[in-house]
Structure formats: C-alpha cells, structure tokens
C-alpha cells in the first residue's frame, strides 16, 4: 500500500495563478479530509469527505474548492491563489465507523504564493 | 464546536526521563476521540494514541500513556525513558465520535530531548 499520496510536494504560484493539489489513497478510506498549517496555528481543516460525491466545509473554506468523485481521490483546487493561502497542506483519510478510526496523513505539499 | 488548547512553548528533558505534555479540550459532544499526534522535522504527521471518552482506562502505546481526566477536561501525553528521536513538534487533537476526517487541532507543543 503506498498509503496517502500527494502531489506536487513543492509549489510556487504567482497570485492570481489557479491550480490543483492531488490527493489519492488506496485504502479505501469513505473519510477524507485536507488541513492546512501555519507557523504557530496548528492544523485547521479546510474541507472533508465521508464518502464519493459527498463533501463539506471545515473550518477554513475560503479560497478552496473540492470534489469527490471517486473513493480513492480528493483534489483540493485554488481558483485564484493568494499570500494568504502560503502553507503547508495536509491530506488525510480514515475509514468510517462509530468507534475510533486512525486518520492517516499524507506528506504534505509546501505551496508558496508570491 | 470544538477546542484544543496546549500553552507549554517549549519543553525540554534529559535523554532517558519522562516528560508530560499538556492538552486541555472544550467541547459540547458528549462523546469523543482524543489524538496524539507527533510531527519531527521533517514533516510528516505520525499518530501516537487514541483515547475515547469513554474510555474508562487510559490509552498506552509503548512509551506513550495519555493521563486522560474527563472531569478537567485534560488529555495530557506522558512519554517515559525519552530518546533523542523523540525531539519533535506535539499536536493534542480531538473529533466527535464517528467523525473521524473532522480533527480540531491544538497548535503543538515543541520538545527537545538533552543526551
């Protein structure tokens, strides 16, 4: 299993600029989710998943646009990239249940917007 | 809505002894999943332990124990016998029961292991 994978692990945009970090994991995880981190803030998460074609907003949502179409992926799109949007970002996934489910990470993406 | 709070800035122990992390939560959800997170310098976010809050043993793994007091309402991360490796930034987290992919993170706690 490769786990959680993300794509690029490096991004510099120019403001303005769209584009889209990928997700996928191939656990078969109904539960996806994306986090950003800043310096000093912790994680906070942008926007979850329970299963394909089902999404919803987490605590950051603005600027950030998702869709679920399969189980095994979760793109997290940026239609018009600024400063602010400078982080790192975290994808992670976890099977679904009432009892306790690990959510596993992927490596993150290092985005960067001038 | 949920809340983790984790004030220590920094913590720092001698190769070999315990340290305890600490991790206060608010939350109106009468049931709920407390995280242990670890992330080294490098990155990645590795889990450590689970507590749920009903739970009526505290979580072990290992070297890891989580001091859970409900009634506080703290969830307090105890390493024992520390190893340089285990120099690393500490995120306390926790999520409704069921709810997996919602996490409210603390914002970490820094620990440097002394040889």
């Known amino acids: 299993n490769a786990g959680v994978t993300q794509t690029p692990k490096f991004q510099v945009l120019k403001t303005g600029q769209s584009m889209t970090l990928q997700c996928a994991q191939d656990m078969n995880h109904e539960y996806m989710s994306w986090y950003r981190q800043d310096p000093g803030m912790g994680l906070r998460l942008i926007h979850y998943?329970?299963?394909?074609?089902?999404?919803d907003q987490g605590e950051v949502p603005n600027g950030y646009n998702v869709s679920r179409s399969t189980t095994e992926d979760f793109p997290l799109r940026l239609l018009s990239a600024a400063p602010s949007q400078t982080s790192v970002y975290f994808c992670?996934?976890?099977?679904?249940?009432?009892?306790?489910?690990?959510?596993?990470f992927g490596p993150g993406t290092r985005l960067t917007v001038l | 809505a949920q809340k983790i709070t984790q004030t220590q800035p920094g913590m720092f122990v001698q190769e070999k002894e315990a340290v305890t992390l600490d991790c206060t939560y608010d939350?109106?959800?009468?049931?709920?999943?407390l995280f242990w997170y670890k992330q080294p310098s490098s990155g990645e976010m590795i889990f450590l332990i689970y507590q749920g809050s009903y739970d009526e043993q505290n979580a072990t793994e290992g070297r890891y124990s989580l001091n859970f007091q409900k009634a506080r309402k703290s969830a307090n991360l105890v390493i024992s016998a520390s190893q340089l490796g285990d120099s690393a930034m500490y995120f306390c987290?926790?999520?409704?029961?069921?709810?997996?992919?919602?996490?409210?993170f603390g914002k970490g706690i820094t620990l440097s292991v002394r040889p």
């Open positions: 939350t109106s959800d009468q049931s709920y999943g």
């Open positions: 998943s329970v299963g394909a074609g089902i999404t």
């Open positions: 992670a996934s976890s099977r679904s249940g009432v009892s306790y489910n690990e959510q596993f």
């Open positions: 987290a926790m999520s409704p029961t069921g709810a997996n992919s919602k996490l409210t």
